[in-house]
């Protein structure tokens, strides 16, 4: 089932997500609803925030960038209870977006290298450390986790700069073309 997503505004996406157990209900199915929102958005990531659920869950999708990062051409993963847990390399700035935040893109800056912990969909543990793309993008999503979005990373003049387009999406002026569910004012 595609979900909507929440956009910039939405009290959940500034919550900081609990953990959840393995009993949590219908996991499976949220992990299922999540992939199927987050491809019909084009998007390569989605955390449980951004479909307005305070939990700490999130999917990675980087099969779509198969061409280019041929590493990645079978790579869907179910990130729960996720955290980042140490940093590593350098500081590298590149562009970014992000589902809840339609229309603005940013050069972010993010570590090169991180290690991360986190439960799959089978609650086993993992303890690895990830780089490249792939650290980006998990920096970003478990960022969500914490109650952040990208444009928190991004210069005050740079987010002066987005004023306007942030004031529009309180505003519930949102063009995209996936299902999204705008703050209420």
């Known amino acids: 089932m595609i979900l909507p997503i929440y956009t910039y505004g939405q009290p959940v996406l500034r919550k900081v997500a609990e953990d959840i157990d393995a009993n949590y209900p219908e996991l499976k199915q949220l992990v299922e609803n999540m992939f199927e929102t987050n491809e019909r958005a084009d998007g390569v990531g989605l955390a449980a925030p951004q479909i307005g659920l305070p939990i700490r ?38 562009d970014e977006g992000c589902l809840s935040l339609p229309g603005i893109h940013e050069k972010v800056p993010r570590a090169e290298r991180v290690r991360v912990q986190y439960v799959d969909e089978n609650f086993v543990e993992h303890d690895e450390w990830v780089e490249g793309f792939l650290a980006r993008v998990l920096q970003h999503e478990f960022d969500h986790l914490e109650g952040k979005v990208f444009t928190d990373r991004i210069s005050p003049l740079r987010r002066q700069m987005n004023k306007g387009k942030f004031n529009a999406l309180l505003t519930g002026k949102v063009r995209c073309d996936y299902k999204v569910k705008v703050a209420k004012k």
Request: net charge negative.
């Open 57 to 94: 869950v999130v999917i990675v999708d980087l099969t779509p960038l198969a061409e280019d990062y041929p590493e990645y051409a079978e790579f869907k993963r179910a990130y729960i209870n996720g955290y980042i847990v140490e940093e590593d390399g350098e500081t590298i700035l590149m």
